[in-house]
């Protein structure tokens, strides 16, 4: 069965840090894609970034490239999100997911991701 945690989520204020974590179980990493996505209150959930599990080729939102960056980590099982100069409007709540594909001509899509993770808080404000 496969399982995914998220981890690392917390308060930070504008402009500073965090680092998502996403524990995989139940299959090794190289099995699937791994995609984060949000969803702030109101809104539909969107994809952030992900990671390839062919090739490790990586795709991201316009609004968090060069903000955020994604990796793996085989020997924990991780996908790694860390972000960097965060903005209120980052605020939301982070999921991650396995799917079969990183991104296509749709971007990064929630229906293209089989398995998910409950979700960890994110909120940045002063």
Do not use: H
């Not at 190289?30 to 062919?54: D, L, M, N």
């Amino acid at each position: 069965q496969v399982q995914l945690v998220e981890s690392g989520g917390g308060l930070v204020q504008p402009g500073g840090s965090l680092r998502l974590s996403c524990t995989v179980s139940g299959v090794a990493l190289y099995y699937y894609s791994i995609g984060w996505f949000r969803q702030a209150p109101g809104k539909e959930r969107e994809g952030v970034s992900c990671i390839s599990s062919s090739d490790a080729s990586t795709d991201y939102q316009d609004s968090v490239k060069g903000r955020f960056s994604i990796a793996r980590d085989f020997a924990k099982n991780t996908v790694v999100l860390q972000m960097k100069s965060l903005k209120p409007e980052d605020t939301a709540i982070y999921y991650c997911a396995a799917g079969l594909y990183c991104s296509g001509p749709r971007g990064i899509v929630v229906a293209d991701y089989e398995y998910w993770g409950q979700g960890t808080q994110v909120t940045v404000s002063s």
